[in-house]
Structures are given as C-alpha cells and as structure tokens.
C-alpha cells in the first residue's frame, strides 16, 4: 500500500547508496565527490498566517538547494505532512542528477511545506503559499533558484509564488521575473503541455526500453501507483500504445478488473470522487497490501518515495518497473529486483519530462516566445530519446543496470564542469 516518506526508512541514505556505487565505479574526482556528497545550502522558514477562522498558525517551509555546477537550482515544491529537512535533502539531490542526464543547464533544488492541503480552503492555501515565498525572499530566484509544481502543489500554486515574487520588485523590473517558477497556468506565462509532459516521459521512456528490448507492448497489462497527474497521463499515453491498465492504487483504495480498466472513465470518476480511485464501479477492491502483487507485465509506481522496499520486492510479477514517481524503490528493494531480473528504468530518467518540461517554459518566457503544443511534444520526445540512448550506452560500456549508468552519465557530466572551471578559490 502507499505508504509515507520517512526519514526511517532512510530515504538521504538510500540517495547517498546508489552515488557512492556509481561514483565508485568510474573513479570520480575525490574532490568533487566531496562536494557533491553534501548540499550547498539548506533553508528552514518559519511564517506565520492567519486562518479563515481568525486564528494564527505558524508553519514550517523547507527550500534545500543541493548543488549548481551545472546552472540555477531548478525542482519542485510539495506540500505534504511528509516534507522535511531529510526529504528535501533527498530530492533535491536526485534534481541535480536528473537535470544533468537531461543535458539540462540547471542544478537541483527541492522543498516545501509540511502541510496537509486538504485541512485548508483556498483562501487560506494562498495566503500560506504568498507567505512562504516572501519567507523564502532572495533564496529563489529565475537565475539562481526556479521552483515548479510537484506533490499536492499546482499551476495555481505557482501563479501566486510568481505575482508575490514579482510584487516585491519594482515596478520596471517585475516582468523580468516571470520564470521565476515554472508549471505555471498557460494563460500566466506557463507552457501549453506541461501538465502532461511527466506521464508522456514515462511512456517514451517505456516504449524506449521496449524498443531496445524487442519487447511489443500492445497488449501488455499494467498497473500504476497514483492516480494523479503523473499516474493520469502515463495511463493515457499507454492506452494509445495499446497496454492494458488492470490494476491502480491510490491513498483511498485499490482497484482491479483484469479485463482493463478505461483510464479516460476512471479520470472522470476521480473528478467526481474528491480525485479517489476507490469506488470506481469499472473494478473491483483489491487488498492494498497486495497490490504489487498483481498479476501484470509492467508496473508503475506513480505516488510517493520508497513503496517497493524488501518488504515487498520479492512479490512483484512485473518484467519492469518505470519509475514515474521520484525514489519510489528503495537500495534493498533494487537489488531484489535486480536479483530477480526484472529491469528498473529510474526515475531520474524515468520523470524527467516534467524537468525538461520546465525547461521549456523557462526559456520561452526568457525570450518572450510562444510555443505551440505539438512542438513542445516532439522537443520533448526528441531529448527523452537521447537521454536514453545515453543511459543505455553507458548501461553497455559497464555492463550495469540502468539506474547506476543513469547516475554515472550525470556525474560525468557534472564532474566535467568542474575539471573544466576548476574550484573557487
């Protein structure tokens, strides 16, 4: 079942496990493993707001800023009970390799707010989210440090970071900070594509693997963890590869019907469910505990981090698993997986089309551009090619998975930068 991240379950440590293998294997600079072992600068804010009901509650924001060799620090903000100073460390660490295997000019960057969204109205999710970005002050910023949706946050979080940020600089300068955030609304200077570039990413990187593998998959069943955003657009684009979708967990429940399961009338039921699978009348129940467990080809875990842990590797039917949520497999759950044969594509490839995404906007507001949906989506395919073509050719040269050969394209480039610059002073 979906289960929470936790600085227990060592989510920092499984980060730092699967560097230190890769850094091992190609001999990487000790110095700049050194560098790239801690973060550059991690940022706690405590803010007061006032609640609808007159009262003040004072929360506590995370912006961990991990390292920028490479460009500005670029990853999302989560809103979630979840979020703190270990997590942010995580994944803000993941963002720098993520960026880097994209071929991207950015470093990482991750935080949030220790919240439950769903105890607040609206009103109070904007003054919460208003109040946070005058905490986080000059922290961020569209040259040193871009933030973007993720985990309970959206385009509408993001259009009130970019109208308080830009409210606090003069009036002259203030269409100069537009990109201060990506993910945005279109009609607010966001990308047309952008909510479904991580789904897409994770489908291309799919049919990527299945091209290399010779493996067909019209026909195949799958199921997904999530049925957000990310977990809604994978089902979409798989359903136009022909795969099967037979089973989805969410926080409300599991669902499975082994004739398949339409996504399209499972979105519109969620619309209508308070966004919950559970219920939906096209499946059945199904044991949460046992949902891994299912009978299927493909399995994508779409929620959160570290779901497919030692506990319950070992009962995955899958041939592969595509990350599409960020860690959401665990250091003992790879080597189980591993052990058993079954292929990993990791989710700092696996999710990077949401990154690259962001990209894009970014640059289209840099330069005042517009770009249309289809020339997103064919910049977007055509760089989660590439970057697979790198991640597998490394995977080949070093005879290794391609979680590790993900991370060893990224350190390497990475490392160059560094050789090049050299280190201040």
């Known amino acids: 079942m979906i289960t929470k991240e936790s600085p227990k379950m060592g989510m920092y440590e499984n980060v730092q496990h699967q560097f230190n293998k890769a850094a091992d294997i190609i001999n990487l600079s000790p110095a700049v493993r050194k560098i790239l072992s801690i973060t550059n600068t991690e940022i706690v804010v405590h803010f007061p707001v006032k609640l ?17 060799a490479l460009g500005p620090y670029k990853g999302g903000l989560r809103y979630h009970p979840t979020v703190d ?45 208003r109040r946070f970005t005058f905490a986080l002050g000059d922290n961020i910023g569209p040259e040193h440090d871009i933030p973007a949706p993720d985990v309970n946050t959206t385009p509408q979080t993001m259009a009130w970071i970019a109208d308080t940020f830009m409210s606090t600089r003069s009036t002259n300068e203030r269409t100069k900070y537009s990109h201060v955030v990506t993910g945005k609304p279109v009609g607010a200077g966001g990308l047309e594509g952008r909510d479904r570039a991580t789904g897409f990413g994770v489908v291309v990187g799919i049919q990527e693997w299945a091209n290399h593998n010779n493996y067909e998959l019209s026909g195949k069943k799958y199921i997904l963890q999530g049925f957000g955003n990310v977990g809604y657009w994978a089902s979409h684009f798989m359903r136009a590869k022909g795969a099967v979708l037979v089973g989805v967990q969410d926080a409300s429940g599991s669902i499975y019907n082994s004739d398949g399961i339409d996504p399209e009338s499972l979105f519109e039921f969620t619309e209508r469910n308070n966004k919950c699978v559970a219920g939906y009348p096209g499946a059945s129940p199904y044991p949460q505990a046992d949902f891994f467990s299912l009978d299927c080809d493909i399995l994508i875990p779409a929620a959160m981090g570290n779901q497919i842990t030692a506990g319950n590797a070992h009962s995955i039917k899958a041939l592969l698993v595509a990350e599409g949520a960020n860690g959401p497999v665990d250091s003992d759950g790879s080597e189980i997986l591993e052990s058993r044969g079954i292929a990993v594509i990791p989710d700092i490839y696996c999710n990077s089309g949401g990154v690259i995404a962001s990209y894009f906007e970014w640059l289209q507001n840099r330069n005042g551009e517009l770009w249309s949906l289809e020339e997103v989506m064919e910049k977007l395919e055509k760089k989660m090619k590439k970057s697979y073509e790198t991640m597998q050719s490394i995977a080949n040269k070093y005879n290794t998975d391609l979680r590790t050969a993900a991370y060893i394209g990224a350190l390497q480039r990475i490392e160059q930068a560094y050789i090049q610059r050299g280190i201040f002073p």
């Not at 609808?52 to 920028?68: A, I, K, L, P």
């Open 85 to 129: 100073i270990d997590a942010a460390r995580a994944l803000a660490t993941w963002m720098t390799w993520k960026t880097s295997l994209a071929g991207l000019p950015y470093g990482g960057g991750k935080g949030g707010i220790q919240i439950d969204p769903n105890l607040y109205s609206d009103a109070e999710l904007e003054r919460i989210t």
């Open 52 to 68: 609808d009901n007159g009262t003040v509650q004072v929360f506590t924001g995370y912006r961990v800023q991990h390292n920028n």
